[in-house]
């Protein structure tokens, strides 16, 4: 009875050993491809390391966004960043450059020393829960890049640029820069131009 019993372990096992040897990734010397299209594991392993994405709020597309909508939007930042700087078309003005730090994204605003308007400049996305209108988030492939937005015009290195109109009836175009690092979305950078 022993015998049949080590037998027909030996025997699943054997079995289960070729399984293995079959499987779509094995053929693929051991490791699944991320990147293959139309794999739902290979989907599932893209969104297992990915906490569940939250939109980047519409904030962030609107230059005259200020500190007060930010806060509004997200509530109070984890830090908030000050420095002063000249103001670049008077250098006897002083502007203020405020930064506000949030999980995975930050945002950063110049305030006028002419009259306290504030002014969004940058956006800056470096944690994977945040996804833009375009369906990409930090942590995404080029490949996933390429698909939402095609070919770029302009690439320099590690660093992917997109340009997205004005849309009708908006004086409001969105610069990306998508900043690569092993071929994957590092940092996403934002910048609403006012036309």
């Given at each position: 009875?022993?015998?049949?019993?080590?037998?027909v372990s030996a025997l699943l096992l054997l079995f289960l050993g070729s399984c293995v040897l079959l499987s779509p990734s094995s053929a693929e010397g051991g490791q699944?491809?991320?990147?293959?299209?139309?794999?739902?594991?290979?989907?599932?392993?893209r969104s297992a390391g990915r906490q569940k994405t939250m939109p980047v709020p519409d904030i962030a597309f609107n230059p005259l966004t200020g500190l007060d909508s930010i806060k509004a939007e997200l509530g109070e930042p984890v830090s908030i960043e000050r420095k002063e700087r000249e103001n670049r078309h008077n250098p006897e003005t002083i502007d203020t450059v405020i930064t506000c730090f949030y999980p995975g994204i930050s945002f950063t605003i110049q305030k006028s020393g002419y009259d306290g308007r504030e002014f969004l400049m940058a956006v800056q996305i470096t944690g994977n829960r945040w996804e833009i209108p375009e369906g990409v988030s930090v942590g995404d492939s080029r490949n996933t890049l390429l698909d939402s937005f095609g070919e770029s015009a302009r690439?320099?290195?590690?660093?992917?640029?997109?340009?997205?109109?004005?849309?009708?009836?908006?004086?409001v175009a969105i610069r990306y820069l998508f900043i690569f690092s092993d071929e994957r979305i590092a940092r996403i950078e934002i910048s609403a131009l006012l036309l």
């Open positions: 009875m022993l015998f049949m019993t080590i037998t699944e491809n991320p990147d293959r299209v139309g794999s739902a594991e290979a989907e599932d392993k690439v320099e290195d590690t660093r992917v640029y997109y340009e997205r109109p004005a849309e009708a009836g908006s004086n």
